[in-house]
């Protein structure tokens, strides 16, 4: 006998993020919309939400009540901004509940709330919820790991739409991170954000970031790794915001099933 379907909470649900998760909901087996949270003023508090996401109406209003809209909750799908993030996860924890989580420009403070949260809720924490960047991680990581930091240096180039607030996007510090561990150093240590002016030689075995914004880009990223005469490019494009739904909702799915901890993509996809 199948399991019932998991019972999903999308917050921040009339964004695009967030319609994008209601109608990802809707089409994948195993799951269903149990509420849908707004910030408290919201003009679309009330408004139902399969009608917002283009679904036609689904008899879920969305709510500024977050506490309420997570009783009989089994996963909360969060790609807000750092603070809501780190509030969602304290009542994750509170209903011990998964909570999976895609909002990135977070900081220290957060994610050790985050992990303090961890310890009664099961997180799923990443940069990037798709299954080709967490890939790309790994070949990111290989690739660093062999080619000798005295010999070939490291640049990541991300581009993203307009409206994008952080910078560089969490999935380029994903593959920074990535880089970084495959040459077993910290990346706080050794990136470089900026550049200008008269700067000098680049330093053997920093790991650069260039960060363009533009139009409506869902997200593009490369990792250059040049050495003498040859570069080698690993990239790659998203065109729809929906791989990153998909990959939301079957990390809560995966986490369903798991222990209470704090949890990364890796650990979804058994590449860890």
Request: aromatic share 4%; hydrophobic share 45%; charged share 20%.
């Amino acid at each position: 006998m199948s399991a019932p379907d998991m019972k999903l909470v999308v917050v921040g649900a009339a964004g695009r993020m967030g319609q994008t998760l209601i109608r990802t909901i809707a089409a994948m087996p195993g799951v269903t919309l149990h509420a849908a949270v707004e910030r408290e003023g919201s003009p679309f508090i009330g408004k139902d939400a399969g009608a917002l996401a283009g679904l036609g109406e689904n008899g879920v209003a969305i709510t500024d009540r977050p506490l309420e809209a997570f009783v009989d909750a089994e996963g909360v799908l969060d790609f807000t901004a750092p603070a809501a993030s780190v509030a969602f996860s304290e009542l994750a924890a509170q209903a011990r509940i998964v909570h999976v989580i895609g909002t990135t420009g977070c900081g220290a403070e957060h994610e050790a709330a985050f992990k303090a949260a961890a310890r009664h809720a099961r997180i799923v924490k990443s940069g990037n919820m798709s299954l080709g960047v967490n890939l790309l991680g790994v070949l990111t990581e290989q690739a660093a790991r062999a080619l000798s930091p005295d010999a070939w240096d490291i640049e990541i180039v991300e581009m993203h739409h307009r409206h994008k607030v952080d910078a560089p996007s969490g999935t380029a510090l994903l593959l920074g991170e990535a880089a970084a561990k495959g040459r077993c150093i910290a990346l706080a240590d050794h990136s470089v954000r900026v550049r200008d002016g008269h700067t000098g030689p680049r330093e053997a075995g920093t790991i650069g970031f260039a960060t363009l914004r533009g139009g409506s880009v869902i997200g593009e990223h490369s990792v250059l790794l040049a050495g003498e005469g040859e570069i080698v490019t690993l990239s790659h494009s998203a065109t729809d915001r929906s791989i990153f739904a998909r990959g939301a909702v079957t990390a809560a799915l995966w986490a369903r099933g798991a222990k209470p901890g704090f949890y990364s993509m890796l650990d979804v996809l058994g590449l860890a």
